[in-house]
């Protein structure tokens, strides 16, 4: 019996579509139409509540279906009343006839004008306005679609995101698009079944007087007092739920993607403005002098508003500024302890080294004690300063997400590459502007930026088809030329090809960047040996019988260092200990000569070297043209630290110059430069161009896979007489 129970209940919607069709064709008794009302208008107000409490419009993303379920109901109820009532003199139910009889109050034609005041605001107001609404919203979300896949694109190859996250992200813009595409067709059937309400409501009229003037049922006053009731009331009990219907559907279509439901963000949002009921309150006092206005009832309604909005403003202002706690020590408990949560990657506990606030030791009796003047000389692996405006971007309390998204991060690199990046301590800052943030690495500053927490940064892109208006800038991250948005500019940017991204993701982008550029810095002894310990749970015997014995803690940190200044990922640390460990063995290596060490790390890391640089089995690089090479190889001398280029300034001007021309080629391309060398002269050439662009990698023909197809799309060549080489 309960797998019989369970069955109908999966497999009720096909039920009652088909009782539905069943309806239109069988005649049913009054009583079962009455049922099938009340079903109906409970479903209406069914939908409209849970549209007013999601969040997002996909949180309900059957309603488009359910749109034409409850639609084709209606139809059904209609046809079935408007049976009954042509067939039975008027009767069609108590439903029916106790709405008649309510709304007609005795006089049918102020009755009828009322029901046509309802069906005329249903039709001409909220129907038409949803329909509208839902056809330029599929419209810009269709349009913004290519926009969107870029902005998850580039987060995922920030690390802000991983590949499930972004595949959850590029299924929920499909799922947009069909939501709101679905949207504005559903629309049109709402607004069919108003239009045939109206049809059903002429028919119930017209057709039940001549039925009961031609079957005898009395003279025409009585006929069609008979007849009025009847068909108000049918009009009434199916423009009620149709209106509630329209009602959602309107919501749903105008419902932006917000923190609460609608009832949580209207009340939080008006009350957020206690200005506004101050103001409407002393305008709705002040009507008391127009000549006839019911003095009382203003006095009341203005006062409510005055008090609401004065004990607005008292609270308001009773709250603390997390801003100002924040810079007692540098720091905010909000953001503490959330960070706290973190696991320990905004780190920003007030500094040991100040005296707690409630203590009552002097500052100067505190640093009597030489230990805690000690601990004044802590450095910080990495911070993030930032100014007063950028505080709630930090709190989760108030829903900052910076904290979040760095846990992200952290989590994506170490992934990635293998590092897990040190705690990164936050601090709000009264020395920086109140937009600003600034990054620094070990104390030092390496960065800085500004971003309008009110707006949205436009990425200029070849995409880009018309310009938008905004405030002109460069995005920090990797310095591309974008404007400032207002929020309701956003879809339009989209719209014209611009990759829009909220500015905590600028400011996100910007320190993971940094972050990566300077992780080789990050490498301290005490990282190594953390790596080490969770490489002994995979490979004990390895790490008992090498490190310390073989490869000393130093070494080791030396190759990891020159692995990540160079982007190269150390998450096979396995492989890299061995090959260390070989090389030594074989070559007999001494500790000193750490890049022939590294190069031969690097030739065992080839398939990941490879997968870092290669797009679809093809990798484009920059090649060295044979004299220049041979050239390069020539001038090698020997130095204190081991071998270096000693090429002629000329030749060296030449060579920067043409990897700057030669490195364009690679705009646009979703790879980052790369120059072919021989592994003789790979390391020489990096120290010598590395110093002028970082970013450019230098691989040896050895480091690159076999099964990879290589494509030059340049060369760099040895100039004479003046004349560069094409």
Not at 95 to 112: S, T
Not at 373 to 388: N, Q, T
Not at 393 to 418: K, P, W
Not at 441 to 451: L, Q
Request: with cysteine; charged share 20%.
């Amino acid at each position: 019996m309960a797998k019989i129970v369970k069955q109908l209940l999966s497999n009720s919607v096909t039920l009652m579509v088909l009782v539905i069709v069943l309806m239109m064709i069988i005649p049913i008794p009054p009583s079962m139409i009455d049922i099938f009302i009340l079903i109906n208008m409970a479903l209406s107000m069914m939908i409209m509540i849970i549209t007013m409490s999601i969040h997002e419009p996909l949180e309900f993303s059957i309603f488009p279906t359910l749109l034409l379920v409850t639609t084709l109901l209606r139809l059904g109820v209609n046809v079935s009343t408007t049976r009954n009532i042509l067939s039975n003199g008027g009767g069609s139910g108590m439903v029916i006839k106790a709405f008649g009889d309510f709304v007609l109050q005795g006089n049918v034609v102020v009755g009828m004008i009322i029901y046509i005041i309802i069906v005329l605001m249903n039709f001409l107001v909220i129907n038409k306005g949803a329909e509208r609404v839902a056809e330029v919203a599929a419209r810009f979300n269709l349009d913004a679609m290519p926009g969107k896949q870029m902005a998850i694109d580039s987060d995922m190859s920030t690390g802000l995101i991983d590949e499930k996250e972004a595949a959850i992200r590029r299924s929920k813009v499909q799922r947009e698009a069909d939501f709101y595409g679905s949207m504005d067709g559903a629309t049109k059937i709402v607004k069919g079944d108003a239009t045939m309400s109206l049809i059903t409501t002429a028919i119930n009229l017209v057709g039940g007087i001549i039925i009961g003037m031609v079957q005898g049922g009395g003279d025409l006053a009585t006929v069609a007092a008979t007849y009025s009731i009847a068909t108000v009331g049918d009009g009434l009990v199916g423009q009620i739920p149709s209106l509630l219907i329209s009602t959602s559907t309107g919501m749903i279509v105008t419902r932006a993607v917000a923190e609460g439901s609608l009832n949580e963000d209207i009340s939080r949002e008006f009350l957020a403005q206690p200005k506004a009921f101050t103001i409407a309150g002393i305008v709705i006092t002040a009507l008391i002098i127009v000549p006839g206005m019911p003095v009382f009832y203003l006095i009341m309604v203005g006062g409510i508003l005055v008090a609401i909005g004065l004990f607005l403003t008292k609270k308001m202002g009773e709250q603390p500024e997390i801003g100002r706690s924040m810079e007692v020590f540098g720091n905010g408990p909000a953001v503490a302890a959330a960070a706290a949560g973190a696991g320990g990657v905004g780190e920003v506990i007030p500094p040991t080294a100040a005296p707690p606030e409630e203590s009552v030791v002097s500052e100067e009796d505190y640093f009597k004690d030489v230990s805690n003047v000690y601990k004044l000389l802590a450095v910080e692996p990495i911070e993030l300063d930032f100014g007063y405006s950028l505080i709630p971007l930090a709190d989760e309390s108030i829903g900052g997400r910076l904290i979040s998204r760095i846990v992200i991060f952290r989590r994506q690199y170490a992934q990635d590459m293998g590092f897990v990046v040190p705690s990164i301590r936050l601090r709000d800052s009264s020395s920086l502007g109140t937009n600003e943030y600034m990054i620094k690495i070990k104390g030092e500053e390496v960065a800085r930026g500004e971003i309008l927490t009110d707006y949205f940064l436009a990425l200029e892109a070849d995409s880009v088809n018309q310009q938008i208006d905004g405030i002109d800038t460069i995005e920090p991250a990797y310095g591309i030329p974008s404007k400032w948005i207002r929020p309701e500019n956003r879809e339009k940017a989209e719209l014209y090809g611009y990759t829009v991204i909220d500015p905590l993701s600028v400011m996100v982008s910007h320190l993971s960047e940094v972050i990566k550029s300077h992780a080789y810095e990050l490498v301290t002894r005490q990282e190594v040996v953390r790596l080490v310990e969770n490489l002994k749970e995979t490979a004990p015997e390895l790490v008992e019988e090498v490190i310390g014995n073989v490869i000393s803690y130093n070494l080791l940190q030396r190759v990891l260092t020159q692995l990540l200044s160079e982007g190269i990922a150390i998450k096979d640390l396995e492989t890299i200990v061995e090959t260390m460990a070989s090389a030594i063995a074989e070559n007999g290596m001494q500790i000193r000569d750490v890049d022939s060490i590294t190069e031969q790390v690097r030739v065992a890391l080839k398939r990941t070297i490879t997968r870092m640089y290669c797009e679809d089995g093809n990798m484009r690089v920059i090649t060295l043209d044979a004299d220049l090479e041979r050239t390069m190889v020539d001038s090698l001398a020997k130095g204190e630290n081991g071998y270096y280029l000693a090429l002629s300034p000329d030749i060296l001007q030449s060579v920067v110059r043409q990897v700057s021309d030669e490195t364009r080629k690679f705009t646009g391309l979703d790879q980052a430069p790369v120059i072919l060398t021989s592994q003789v002269m790979r390391v020489h050439f990096y120290h010598m161009i590395g110093q002028f662009y970082p970013n450019v990698r230098v691989l040896s023909f050895n480091e690159v896979a076999n099964n990879v197809q290589i494509q030059s799309i340049g060369s760099l060549k040895l100039e004479t007489g003046g004349m560069a080489a094409s």
